[in-house]
C-alpha cells in the first residue's frame, strides 16, 4: 500500500518570501507520479504540480517547483515569492502505476502568508 | 478550457434520504474518480471508472452506488444518508489513455446530512 505523509500542519510565511511544504512518500511501485494540489477556503482542488518517478529534472510550474529526491523519497513543494493569495491548504498526493490512476493524499499543510 | 463540472454544488438532506451527485468530465477524458472529503480531513478515494467501467473501489459504503453513462458522465448515488455523510464530495477526472494522469478536480458538493 502506498502512503503520504506531511508532517507540517501549519507553516507562516512572510509575503515575498519562499517556503517550502514537506511530503514523504512509500511506495513498492517503482512507477509513480507525485502530485501537489492547493485548497482554498472556498474549497475547490487546484492542480500544482506534477512529477514522474522517472523523470530526470525536477519538474517547475511557474513560481512552483518540485525538490524531488528520490532516495528519500520526498516530494517537497517550493513556493517562491509568495504571495498573500497563496494561503490555503496544500496536499501532496501520490498514483502507483497499478492502481488505474487513483490519487492518495497525505494530510495537507495549511500555509498562511504575511503581509 | 473546459473543467469538469460538479451539480449541484450544494446539497441539504435529511437522515435516511438519498442523494444523487452528478459529474460531467472534461471532454476526451476517459476516467472519471469520485473523491470524499470529511471537515478537516484529507480526499478519500471512493471509486473510479475507465472507459464507463468500474476500474477500482475504495472505502466506499454499500449504501453508495456509482456508475459511467455512454456520454462520460458519472452519477454517485448515495442511500439511507447519515450524517457521517456530510463531507465535499470531489469527481475528478484525467486523460489515462495518454498515460498522462493528471487528474483534474470539480468544484465540489457539499452535501449535509441533517
Known amino acids: 500500500a502506498q502512503k503520504i505523509t506531511q508532517t507540517q500542519p501549519g507553516m507562516f510565511v512572510q509575503e515575498k518570501e519562499a517556503v517550502t511544504l514537506d511530503c514523504t512518500y512509500d511506495?513498492?511501485?517503482?512507477?509513480?507520479?507525485l502530485f501537489w494540489y492547493k485548497q482554498p477556503s472556498s474549497g475547490e482542488m487546484i492542480f500544482l504540480i506534477y512529477?514522474?518517478?522517472?523523470?530526470?529534472q525536477n519538474a517547475t510550474e511557474g513560481r512552483y517547483s518540485l525538490n524531488f529526491q528520490k532516495a528519500r523519497k520526498s516530494a517537497n513543494l517550493v513556493i517562491s515569492a509568495s504571495q498573500l493569495g497563496d494561503s490555503a491548504m496544500y496536499f501532496c498526493?501520490?498514483?502507483?502505476?497499478?492502481?488505474?490512476?487513483?490519487?492518495?493524499f497525505g494530510q495537507g499543510t495549511i500555509l498562511t502568508v504575511h503581509p | 478550457a473546459a473543467g469538469v463540472i460538479q451539480s449541484p454544488r450544494h446539497l441539504i438532506k435529511e437522515k435516511r434520504e438519498t442523494a444523487t451527485l452528478k459529474c460531467y468530465p472534461i471532454?476526451?477524458?476517459?476516467?472519471v474518480y469520485w473523491y470524499q472529503q470529511g471537515p478537516g480531513q484529507d480526499p478519500q478515494f471512493l471509486i473510479s471508472?475507465?472507459?464507463?467501467?468500474?476500474?477500482d473501489k475504495g472505502s466506499i459504503p454499500d449504501r453508495f452506488s456509482a456508475q459511467q453513462f455512454s456520454d462520460y458522465h458519472s452519477e454517485l448515488n448515495m442511500s439511507s444518508l447519515e450524517l457521517g455523510d456530510s463531507a465535499l464530495y470531489f469527481c475528478a477526472s484525467s486523460l489515462n489513455r495518454d498515460r498522462t494522469y493528471e487528474q483534474y478536480f470539480g468544484p465540489g458538493t457539499r452535501l449535509t446530512v441533517t
Open positions: 471508472f475507465y472507459e464507463k467501467m468500474q476500474s
Open positions: 511506495t513498492s511501485d517503482p512507477s509513480y507520479g
Open positions: 512529477q514522474g518517478s522517472y523523470d530526470q
Open positions: 471532454p476526451r477524458h476517459d476516467t
Open positions: 498526493a501520490m498514483r502507483v502505476s497499478t492502481s488505474y490512476g487513483k490519487l492518495t
